[in-house]
């Protein structure tokens, strides 16, 4: 399944709306120990923590604000990171004046803590904190990989050195879904992994700056180009950016919040932005009372009169936006400014994706899994049709009906059609996949056709003239790379759940060239219709 882009107009606010949004702001600063709010969290008890640069603080369900014990507070510094574990513990990410995790009790009670392993100086800030499972806590940090604490208190280290599918070794973020994997958000890519010890590494090979998931099945990223323009995904989705924002160049997302009771993904940044599939809303210093150009975190939680979302900044402390109540059904709508943006912000929207982050996304595909190896499919002797059988075959040929005919690449084929696929790359002189567009369009065709059994037919180069003194290695070596990549993308579609019975395999080498000469047009798999039923 091709990536579905939303088509999104822009929500047209009024004056008057935007003077009612603006009401909807409340911020805190002199009860924070330091206006750099870094990270945020509402707790099983409702209450939020607040990690700042000079230390933490609780604000109770009652709005009073708790300072820490003095020797707890001793520990807590620099604070970059917090998350709950399943028993009510905490384990907040302390970034200076040392790196280290501390362990606090369901009070915000010091218990322990564990300073991370420093070597060459490289992990010096904490960007996120994941709790699994099997309750190991991992790390992203800034310069350093990604870390793991097992419940023995034993480290473990993911980077670039050790590990062939880490793109880079800073982490932006990282989270865990309700299957236990771990996405990881890098400088160059997403990657993820249930246990460490087998990556996946996916072909959004950009800059993610923020990720999330809502234990619910969504996981959300955010990535900037090269060409420095953002883009959002949502599972399977493409959510749209805000033209004001696109044309910032110095916009940037860098916290992004799923609300599954609203269906509604929060992007705070340079702004705070609210996507869903049928609107979006900006919230800036233009038109609101939310005034800060650099938001860092947020979290969901209950404030007087109902839900609130928290946005902390980095320059000016923390903001409570308010959700205004909900639009009682019985009355009829009133026309004043306050219903319109109840309107609004309550808009209906489509659900997000309930599947996966899926791995058939384009361009946001899977680079190279690790898929348990496959039982190679044997090599067919079919000999395709040659090039006059095909000239001669006659051009009207009677109706094939609808039913026997399916739809790939966007051409219509039948029984017996061949024709070259797309976006399937390999390495110079390997088999090993750098392009996994072609195989992800081709698992989703035969997904959605499980009644399409297919041949696909391998080609290497051009082989040399017969009277090369090293004819017959080269041809050879051409076969079994042909052979090769084909079953390297069978293998692939089979360890996503295609039935081998399904795919039959045909290699030709270099003997079958489109062009009589070297060149990369004859290095090709195509893919031929064996029955539809």
């Known amino acids: 399944m091709m990536m579905k882009k939303y088509s999104c107009t822009l929500l047209i606010l009024t004056i008057s709306i935007l003077q009612a949004i603006a009401q909807s702001f409340t911020q805190f600063s002199t009860e924070l120990p330091s206006i750099k709010v870094n990270a945020l969290l509402n707790d099983t008890q409702g209450r939020l923590w607040v990690g700042t640069d000079a230390g933490l603080v609780i604000r109770l369900p009652s709005g009073e604000w708790q300072k820490m014990q003095p020797e707890t507070a001793r520990w807590l510094t620099t604070i970059s990171a917090i998350q709950q574990d399943e028993n009510g513990h905490f384990w907040v990410g302390v970034s200076k004046p040392e790196v280290r995790l501390v362990h606090l009790d369901p009070q915000g009670n010091y218990i322990q803590h564990f300073d991370v392993p420093n070597f060459q100086n490289k992990n010096q800030y904490i960007n996120g904190i994941a ?33 062939e599918y880490m793109p880079s070794n800073r982490i932006r973020g990282i989270v865990v879904d309700e299957d236990d994997i771990k996405w990881v958000g890098t400088e160059q890519g997403l990657i993820s992994t249930t246990d460490g010890k087998q990556w996946t590494l996916y072909d959004v090979m950009e800059d993610v700056n923020a990720l999330t998931a809502d234990g619910k099945g969504n996981v959300c990223v955010s990535v900037v180009g090269r060409n420095k323009r953002q883009k959002l995904y949502c599972n399977n989705e493409l959510f749209k950016i805000m033209d004001k924002q696109q044309r910032d ?125 496959a039982e190679p499919v044997k090599v067919a002797a079919v000999e395709p049709p040659r090039e006059e059988e095909q000239a001669a075959a006659p051009q009207e040929v009677t109706k094939v009906p609808e039913e026997e005919q399916v739809v790939i690449q966007n051409q219509t084929v039948k029984k017996g059609d061949l024709i070259k696929l797309q976006n399937i790359n390999f390495a110079k002189g390997s088999f090993k996949l750098i392009d996994y567009r072609g195989a992800d369009m081709l698992l989703n065709f035969l997904r959605e056709n499980p009644g399409v059994r297919i041949a696909l037919i391998g080609h290497a180069d051009k082989n040399p003239d017969p009277s090369h003194p090293d004819y017959e290695r080269i041809k050879k070596a051409h076969y079994e790379l042909s052979l090769n990549r084909v079953q390297t993308v069978a293998d692939y579609l089979i360890g996503m759940g295609i039935a081998p019975e399904r795919i039959t395999l045909e290699a030709y080498g270099g003997e079958r060239p489109l062009v009589n000469k070297s060149s990369p047009d004859n290095m090709r798999v195509e893919l031929k219709i064996l029955s539809i039923k």
């Open 249 to 373: 160049n110095f916009f940037r997302i860098r916290s992004l919040l799923i609300d599954p009771q609203e269906k509604i993904v929060w992007a705070a940044g340079t702004g705070l932005a609210r996507y869903a599939k049928t609107e979006k809303t900006l919230f800036d210093w233009d038109n609101s009372a939310f005034t800060s150009n650099a938001a860092t975190c947020l979290a969901l939680g209950q404030g007087e009169y109902g839900r609130v979302l928290w946005i902390g900044t980095a320059d000016q402390g923390l903001f409570q936006l308010s959700f205004p109540p909900p639009v009682v059904a019985a009355e009829p709508p009133k026309q004043d400014s306050a219903a319109v943006i109840t309107h609004a912000i309550q808009v209906e929207t489509a659900p997000l994706a309930a599947a996966k982050w899926q791995l058939s996304t384009a361009p946001a595909v899977v680079k190279a899994p690790e898929m348990k190896k």
């Open 131 to 163: 709790i699994d499972r099997v309750g190991r806590k991992w790390l992203a940090t800034e310069n350093g990989g990604v870390w793991m604490i097992d419940p023995s208190g034993k480290w473990f280290c993911y980077d670039t050195s050790t590990e």
